[in-house]
């Protein structure tokens, strides 16, 4: 199906941030935007708000000021339904509630051509739900922008149960022609990013619940070991902590209280204390005036051991080895030995596979067992998390931490937790990306790019999984669900299938 055409009107209603960027996207595609809002006066300060960012976009040369001047001059601030008649496509950006969409849409019908496109924003409402209401429910398909919709490059198009596949296509094609990524859904539950999205904040919860860590140590490893642009304390601290609840309350109970989606103790605190984050000055950080804060735990400098083996060809292994070179420090090599990564003196070093290092070194009898978290790059990592098995001696702790430090890492030691921070967290997202493909509400280079784009994920979560392997993934998939006993951590079918078929997801 092509876009619609320049000539075609868009309507947006609600004129927040986000129906004030969307009609910002829109008018700079060429289309006539009409801005419809119930609160007085919304819809023309929504527009001199726009032209106000055009003339922004001009003083950085990212706009002429002929277009600048078209695309305000493309606005139209209106009062009623009626005076969208003539709408070939209308976009709600109005209360996350399911009967105001109902009402609206339902409204609209009565003024609207049978062509008009109905488009909403929602973010987690149920598309099958909303068209439910409307007479033609097959106009209905959810185009969902994310904050802020000019800068922001994904658009999930969403179909509901009664959706023409034509109207999502037309959709599809519009907003690409609008200079975004577009990616096509199912109407489940969270849609793509906010359900696959959920682990991150999950998993970050339980470790600091268990104390494998505070919030600033797990931040700062998710970032700097992950690659994630934010880390998942931050990150809810920003988005608001009422928010980020709501959303996680209601994924889980759409999906009938599947315990993957369980809120957290944690965030339920916040939110009833009023520590939403940033915008109330308190959250998983303080924000009011005159707080400090809090440094990620960081190892004090150790003794680098005398004696360094690296084994075998993984990534891992050369990055290390590598990374010592530069730094002018003396190891051995040897052919691989298991798992074994490095041995540092008389410490044994693994990355994690879910298991606690306790754990491991019970099944292997190894002592002095120290586990190191995964990273997105073990070339450019600057921090790792480790833990250290109970049984291991003070002294091969320290080496193995001295070690890590003469190849240029700052080390961030966790308790003895599962899974550590970014394995854990990255095996979950893929599991849950991998659970979304499964049951057809997208595929795998939708999954990926959702992720990428909507939230600045360093690596879709599915092409992270190939980089892991699939049988490591699910190795820790399977020994994080051993750990808790809890049917959160069991493992998509589709991972499952992938691993007995070898074959990976972007084969």
Same mark, same amino acid.
């Given at each position: ?54 003339? =922004? ?40 509630? &399911? ?21 909403? !924003? ?17 106009? %209905? ?6 904050? *802020?919709?000019? &800068?922001?490059? &994904? ?8 959706? !023409? ?18 990616? /096509? ?22 470790? %600091? ?9 797990? $931040? ?7 690659? #994630?642009?934010?880390? *998942? ?11 980020? #609840? ?16 369980? *809120? ?11 520590? &939403? ?11 009011? $005036? ?37 730094? /002018? ?22 990355? @994690? ?15 002095? @067992? ?38 240029? %890492? ?5 308790? $003895? ?6 394995? =854990? ?5 893929? !599991? ?40 490591? %993934? ?22 499952? /299938? ?5 074959? !990976?997801?972007?084969?």
């Amino acid at each position: 199906m092509s876009a619609l055409a320049q000539q075609s009107v868009i309507a947006v209603v609600g004129t927040g941030a986000m129906g004030a960027g969307i009609a910002q996207v829109a008018a700079a595609a060429g289309h006539p935007v009409k801005l419809l809002d119930t609160r007085p006066q919304a819809a023309e300060q929504a527009v001199s708000g726009i032209r106000a960012q055009f003339a =922004r976009m001009v003083e950085k040369g990212r706009m002429s000021p002929e277009a600048a001047t078209a695309a305000g001059q493309r606005l139209i601030a209106v009062n009623a339904l009626s005076d969208l008649a003539d709408a070939s496509l209308v976009i709600e950006a109005i209360v996350e509630n &399911l009967q105001a969409k109902q009402k609206l849409y339902s409204e609209l019908e009565a003024f609207v051509g049978v062509d008009c496109i109905f488009g909403s !924003n929602t973010s987690s409402i149920s598309v099958t739900a909303i068209g439910a209401a409307l007479q033609h429910p097959e106009r %209905l398909a959810g185009l969902h922008f994310f904050n *802020p919709a000019p &800068l922001m490059a &994904l658009v999930e198009i969403v179909s509901g149960l009664a959706t !023409n596949m034509a109207v999502a296509q037309t959709l599809f094609a519009t907003a690409t022609a609008w200079g975004k990524t577009a990616v /096509h859904a199912k109407s489940t539950p969270g849609f793509i990013v906010n359900r696959v999205a959920r682990p991150y904040y999950a998993e970050a919860m339980r470790v %600091l619940n268990e104390g494998g860590a505070d919030a600033a140590t797990i $931040d700062a490893c998710l970032r700097e070991a992950g690659g #994630f642009r934010m880390g *998942p304390f931050e990150l809810m601290d920003m988005i608001g902590h009422d928010v980020n #609840f709501a959303v996680t309350r209601s994924v889980w109970q759409a999906f009938f209280n599947d315990p993957r989606f369980l *809120p957290s103790l944690i965030q339920q605190d916040l939110v009833d204390a009023g520590f &939403l984050g940033k915008k109330t000055g308190r959250g998983f950080y303080d924000y009011r $005036d005159g707080a400090l804060r809090p440094a990620p735990h960081t190892e004090a400098t150790q003794a680098i051991p005398e004696r360094v083996v690296i084994y075998g060809d993984s990534v891992a292994a050369q990055a290390l080895a590598e990374r010592l070179r530069t730094n /002018h420090i003396r190891f051995s090599q040897a052919g691989a030995n298991g798992d074994l990564l490095v041995s540092a003196g008389e410490a044994q070093l693994y990355i @994690t596979d879910g298991r606690t290092a306790t754990r491991r070194a019970f099944d292997t009898g190894i002592a002095n @067992t120290v586990l190191i978290d995964l990273a997105l790059d073990y070339n450019k990592v600057t921090r790792l998390a480790i833990s250290v098995a109970t049984q291991c001696d003070s002294t091969s702790a320290a080496q193995a931490i001295g070690l890590l430090q003469a190849a240029g %890492l700052a080390v961030s030691r966790f308790g $003895d937790v599962p899974g550590l921070a970014v394995m =854990r967290s990255v095996a979950m997202l893929a !599991n849950e990306a991998a659970d979304a493909v499964n049951q057809g509400v997208c595929d795998a280079q939708a999954a990926d790019a959702a992720m990428r784009l909507g939230v600045n994920y360093p690596c879709g979560p599915l092409a992270w999984a190939d980089r892991v392997g699939l049988p490591t %993934l699910n190795r820790v998939l399977c020994n994080l669900g051993l750990a808790y006993g809890e049917d959160r951590y069991r493992v998509s079918p589709l991972i499952q /299938h992938h691993v007995f078929a070898k074959k !990976n997801f972007h084969d």
